[in-house]
């Protein structure tokens, strides 16, 4: 099938390549949502290719503002006006002259400038010129037919709420139907796009976040793994933590390519002991990224210089990478995605990210949190990349407590670590709770962070000392 390309960040990637040549879309959404520039970004990036496209506007002048708007995107350029991106008025036209003459003009401009895309925005604008809704049905027919005459990839812009998009006359017409809009959330204003249809080929249903920045439209896709995705085959060697204690209670470190959750209260050494993994595995040559929304990088380097760790070095050889996210700018939508391609990229063995507590506090929806979640587990499973995920427990001594969402079902190893008190001075304790697929030391073990690193001691002398 023969696909015109957008080229807007990872929307081909959602319409299995791009969308159906010859095709008429309708881009939908309520004033604000993004419908003229996500159309916009999409002919100038053609335009680069040597596609031509006509843009007809039914606003009197709205012609000259869209322009001077799109003067501060990068995909827009004035080269390309009047050669491949030519702007008519159609609505002018249709005032004056009413429906028949709108569609000779169509037709004469198709004529003229030979486009490969036509873009009508706003068709929603064209109702209110008709008395009645047979004879804009009429209208509508009519347009289609004509678009589809010159084998043209065609795009009508209207300002339409989603109740809206199975009752109109319109979008009985339409090959593809893109759906454009906003949500509210505690912190952050965002943008989503819908694919509700196309015809001839398939699409990844559901909810995409976009945004709107400097470069124009960049989307990024919801992640739920779906059948093939969620084959993978399962690798039996060990990654070890370097540490000497721990290694042995897990006989022999965590499984390749497995998720394991660290839970502690603050203090406790969860960084530390992620940090620690992605060392050993630095010094074995594999790769590992360290995704901190809790403590800037200079912070971590400081504490692992303290502990005798070889940080810089693997940090200047690039086996390691620690990026930073201030939890003030976690969208978990964006970064969740993003995640995944840098992993991809890099070819990272081993990851971490610290904490997972803050991608709860930047969503509303705990469903939603879990669910992300899952699906970046089963993408790093897929990847055979090795995987912890640290919890903030905030109980400091409270009774065996893992995670208040439920984390739990979608790790694979789970290690606790937290404070016990004992002749009125506190001491730290890990435990392995879980490690599927593998036999794991059941005891319960004191240790210590110095100077000299982690060290496991030995057992619990008391056995009521977790109470």
Same mark, same amino acid.
């Given at each position: #099938? ?5 080229? @807007? ?22 004033? %604000? ?6 159309? +916009? ?39 390309? =006006?009047g050669?491949?991106?030519i ?7 249709? *005032? ?11 037709? *004469? ?8 895309? $036509?873009?009508?925005?706003s068709?929603?604008? @064209? ?12 209208? $509508? ?7 589809? @005459? ?14 809206e998009? /199975? ?15 906003? !949500?509210?959330?505690?912190?952050? +204003?965002k ?20 945004? &709107? ?9 919801? #992640? ?19 540490i000497? %204690? ?15 959750? @660290? ?21 074995? %040559? ?32 690039? +086996?390691?990478? &620690? ?18 391609? #840098? ?32 699906? &970046?587990g +089963? !993408?790093?499973? *897929?990847?055979?990349? /090795? ?29 606790i ?12 304790? =890990? %435990? ?16 210590? &962070?110095?100077?000299?690193?982690i ?13």
């Amino acid at each position: #099938m023969e696909r015109l390309i957008t080229g @807007i960040k990872n929307l081909d990637y959602i319409l299995g390549g791009g969308i159906p040549a010859y095709s008429l879309n309708i881009i939908s959404g309520s004033p %604000g949502s993004g419908k003229t520039i996500f159309v +916009q970004n999409i002919i100038f990036n053609n335009a680069r290719n040597g596609l031509k496209s006509l843009y007809l506007t039914t606003i009197s002048e709205s012609q000259l503002k869209m322009v001077r708007h799109l003067q501060g995107f990068e995909f827009f350029s004035d080269d390309l =006006l009047g050669d491949r991106v030519i702007y008519g008025d159609l609505g002018a036209v249709l *005032r004056s002259q009413g429906a028949s003459e709108g569609l000779d003009y169509l037709t *004469r401009m198709i004529k003229e400038h030979l486009p490969n895309i $036509v873009v009508i925005d706003s068709v929603k604008v @064209i109702r209110d010129l008709f008395p009645d809704e047979k004879t804009f049905r009429a209208f $509508v027919f009519e347009l289609a037919a004509v678009l589809s @005459i010159w084998e043209i990839t065609a795009f009508l812009v209207g300002e339409y709420e989603e109740q809206e998009l /199975t009752r109109l006359s319109e979008f009985a017409i339409a090959d593809g139907i893109f759906h454009l809009y906003g !949500q509210e959330e505690k912190r952050f +204003q965002k943008r989503y796009m819908r694919v509700l249809k196309m015809r001839g080929t398939s699409f990844q249903h559901g909810e995409h976040l976009f945004q &709107i920045g400097p470069v124009g439209i960049e989307v990024y896709p919801r #992640m739920r793994p779906e059948g093939e995705e969620l084959r993978y085959d399962v690798k039996l060697g060990r990654k070890e933590f370097g540490i000497c %204690g721990l290694d042995e209670m897990l006989y022999g470190g965590l499984l390749e390519g497995t998720i394991t959750l @660290i839970s502690g209260a603050t203090g406790t050494g969860k960084t530390m002991f992620a940090l620690k993994f992605l060392l050993e595995g630095a010094e074995k %040559g594999e790769k590992g990224v360290f995704l901190s929304f809790e403590e800037p990088v200079d912070q971590l380097q400081n504490t692992a210089r303290y502990l005798g760790w070889e940080i810089d070095k693997y940090l200047a050889e690039g +086996q390691l990478e &620690i990026k930073f996210i201030s939890p003030v700018e976690l969208d978990v939508d964006k970064h969740a995605f993003e995640i995944l391609d #840098m992993i991809g990229e890099k070819k990272v063995e081993r990851f971490v990210i610290d904490s997972i507590s803050s991608f709860e506090s930047s969503v509303t929806d705990m469903q939603k949190y879990r669910d992300y979640l899952w699906a &970046i587990g +089963q !993408q790093l499973r *897929r990847r055979h990349v /090795t995987t912890i995920f640290t919890v903030l427990n905030e109980d400091l001594f409270s009774p065996l407590v893992v995670s208040r969402a439920q984390l739990s079902l979608i790790t694979d190893n789970i290690i606790i670590l937290r404070y016990v008190e004992d002749n009125s001075s506190i001491r730290k304790v =890990l %435990g392995i709770l879980k490690t599927r697929g593998s036999n794991h030391d059941n005891s319960l073990r004191e240790y210590e &962070i110095s100077p000299e690193g982690i060290n496991v001691l030995g057992r619990l002398a008391k056995a009521d000392m977790l109470k």
